[in-house]
């Protein structure tokens, strides 16, 4: 095989879904809601986040461990604003056509208002943000084109949300965007005709929208899966050699609310 290949998913706290990997020949898997092991410092203070997981021998991981702020980092640590928004690893392919890069599953976790508000409302804007600044500290030069990172996962967020949508903020929402721009990130999807698109336009989309559904509520299936939470970032450059589909029809969609995104890297 001349390619790596990578799969991020939302496994729904689900530990067992990993089997369903099982057969894909994947070599890595950006893991989302993933459960923490028992005594990790996370799991003091929230349940599930991101991984990073080997699935092959075709390549080296190196995952690194996260820490909360506050430590210093050695050379093989991270650290972390809040627990479980982002795992990072560096993998190095043993095909000499793909050189090393640094592979980022994020999560970005839903958060309530503050109780004085007295108000409901939940937003991932924030946890989105306190990611990327702690993915900042892979970015080590002016020179954006210089950097290889991929970074994949489930963002809550809704790319080109109108103003009149319903389950979004919108500006804010664009704010997450426009900073991975700024990190010198490309937005590549997945996009249609890289997945199905909705069979029914959700409210709060342009009529061109090119957005594929990769959640279902509760009161949904895979085959009314409306909207798009899940996507894939590269840096500038390192993106022509990256492909995404999501396998977002029926059939393809697997046991979690969240289908699964595959990474081809040539």
């Not at 093989?76 to 592979?103: C, H, N, Q, R, W």
């Not at 208002?113 to 900042?136: E, F, G």
């Amino acid at each position: 095989m001349s390619t790596v290949r990578l799969v991020s998913w939302n496994i729904k706290f689900r530990e067992q879904f990993i089997q369903t990997l099982e057969g894909f020949d994947y070599d890595a898997a950006l893991l989302q809601e993933f459960p923490f092991p028992k005594g990790s410092w996370e799991l003091e203070h929230y349940d599930r986040g991101a991984k990073v997981l080997q699935l092959s021998n075709r390549i080296e991981l190196c995952e690194l461990q996260n820490i909360p702020v506050g430590k210093s980092p050695t050379q093989d640590e991270l650290t972390m604003s809040a627990p479980g928004i982002i795992a990072v690893a560096y993998i190095t392919p043993k095909i000499a056509t793909v050189e090393p890069f640094i592979a980022v599953s994020l999560y970005a976790r839903w958060e309530v208002l503050h109780p004085r508000i007295n108000k409901k409302w939940i937003y991932s804007d924030a946890m989105a943000h306190r990611a990327l600044s702690d993915l900042s500290a892979f970015i080590g030069s002016k020179n954006l084109g210089t950097h290889r990172i991929l970074v994949a996962g489930d963002f809550n967020l809704i790319h080109g949300a109108t103003e009149d949508n319903p389950l979004a903020l919108p500006a804010r929402d664009r704010s997450v965007f426009s900073r991975l721009e700024a990190l010198g990130f490309e937005f590549i999807g997945p996009q249609y005709p890289n997945g199905r698109k909705a069979e029914t336009l959700p409210d709060g989309l342009p009529a061109d929208t090119k957005n594929v559904p990769t959640f279902h509520t509760s009161k949904q299936t895979p085959k009314t899966a409306a909207n798009q939470l899940d996507y894939v970032f590269v840096s500038r450059g390192f993106h022509k050699q990256v492909k995404v589909q999501a396998l977002n029809k029926p059939e393809d969609w697997g046991p979690s609310d969240h289908c699964r995104i595959e990474i081809d890297i040539s």
